[in-house]
């Protein structure tokens, strides 16, 4: 099968374009700190069974998180509690501690700010 110079140039720009389309939407995702974008997977993989995969959004149980303080992420997935003084989103207290997290406590504190 032949393709005119004309299709193959048509093709190459559709292909250029896409993988550009594909990188800046990685970009603004993690605005391109590696930080953040493993904060990202972290997310991904553990909060969105309550909370919205889209941050900023309140999930089915959870409430929108994006903004949240570092110290917040860190005394609610370490403790399962807010910092004193804090005056949480929702009233609920369903969320349990998550230890194993910890490690990954600045990764999501840096995409969730």
Known sequence: MS??????LSLGRAALGAALA??????SEGGG?????????VYLAQC????????????????ALK??????VEAKVLRGEYP???????PTKVMPPQSAL???I??????LK
């Open 3 to 8: 393709h005119s110079p004309g299709r193959v």
């Open 106 to 111: 600045p990764a999501l504190a840096a995409y």
């Open 22 to 27: 594909a990188l800046l939407t990685a970009c």
């Open 48 to 63: 969105t069974q309550c909370h919205n995969a889209d941050p900023a959004l309140a999930g089915p149980v959870g409430p």
């Open 84 to 90: 004193p003084g804090y005056a949480p989103k929702r």
């Open 33 to 41: 700190d590696p930080l953040a974008a493993r904060g990202r997977q």
């Open 67 to 72: 903004g949240t303080p570092r110290e917040v």
């Open 102 to 104: 910890a490690p990954d």
